[in-house]
């Protein structure tokens, strides 16, 4: 699926600003084999693709979720040297001095809420991901409770839950300064549910990454929020922890239940 970044954001008279261009790949969608109650995107790792998700998601007993999974561009990435590959956005360094690939963020949180923006009224809209898929998933849950990406477009998708595999939190250092001062931003961030979870054996997105994203997100305002972590665990994930995804998903989004 080819997305131009200004496609969702142009004026009404059709100018618009250079930008780059993203082209996406192919979309995988898991269909519910119950009553469909919820709509989740689930964002892969850096190199992978949506297929290698949707084949994990389609085994979960969570019949009642249907689970849209979309493939990153495919671009240069700094942290490889400039070697092309499938990402969300550029990244380099995940210390919180290394810079932020704003527009690729907004870019691919942009396409994420186009994907969640035709599903019907009375289903609840999640986001989830794994490592530099997490990363996006949390960049979007700040963007929900700031109600605008960070080129200041308006961000209008009603986010139920938020769920992040072994990854971090992008834009962190600016993420305190924007929310203060906004009464809205501090209201829905207190009741918007996340699940973060980490292995302490990580040794592509060290732990310490995925403790820091929790504490900045805990200090401004993210009260319902759950960091789990996993001994031993590396830079995967296992049976204990997607048990642990299904049944805090399953309370959070009041789902009817598993399939036997």
């Given at each position: 699926m080819f997305l131009c970044f200004e496609c969702l954001n142009?004026?009404?008279?059709?100018?618009?600003?250079?930008?780059?261009?993203?082209?996406?790949?192919?979309?995988?969608v898991v269909r519910p084999k119950g009553k469909h109650q919820a709509t989740i995107v689930w964002l892969h790792g850096l190199g992978d693709k949506g297929s290698s998700w949707s084949q994990l998601l389609e085994t979960l007993p969570l019949p009642n979720i249907k689970w849209i999974c979309p493939t990153?561009?495919?671009?240069p990435v700094a942290i490889f040297g400039g070697y092309p590959c499938t990402a969300w956005f550029d990244v380099g360094d995940l210390s919180e001095d290394g810079p932020d690939d704003?527009?690729?963020?907004?870019?691919?949180?942009?396409?994420?809420?186009?994907?969640?923006?035709?599903?019907p009224a009375d289903i609840k809209l999640g986001i989830g991901g794994f490592s530099m898929g997490a990363a996006t998933a949390l960049y979007s849950a700040t963007c929900r409770i700031l109600g605008q990406y960070g080129n200041g477009n308006s961000y209008s998708i009603n986010l139920s839950a938020v769920v992040g595999?072994?990854?971090?939190?992008?834009?962190?250092?600016?993420?305190?300064?924007r929310m203060d001062g906004s009464h809205d931003a501090a209201r829905h961030a207190a009741?918007?549910?996340?699940?973060?979870?980490?292995?302490?054996?990580?040794?592509?997105?060290?732990?310490?990454?995925?403790?820091?994203?929790?504490?900045?997100?805990?200090?401004?305002g993210f009260r319902n929020l759950t960091f789990r972590t996993y001994n031993g665990l590396g830079h995967y994930t296992v049976p204990e922890e997607t048990d642990a995804v299904c049944n805090w998903l399953t309370v959070m989004l009041g789902l009817e239940g598993s399939r036997s």
């Open positions: 142009c004026n009404v008279s059709g100018s618009r600003t250079t930008r780059r261009t993203f082209e996406f790949g192919r979309t995988h990153a561009p495919t671009r704003l527009e690729g963020l907004d870019a691919s949180a942009a396409h994420v809420a186009n994907l969640l923006s035709t599903e595999l072994s990854g971090w939190l992008p834009c962190s250092r600016t993420l305190k300064s009741t918007l549910p996340i699940l973060l979870c980490h292995g302490l054996g990580d040794d592509v997105v060290a732990y310490k990454h995925g403790e820091r994203s929790a504490q900045v997100l805990s200090s401004v």
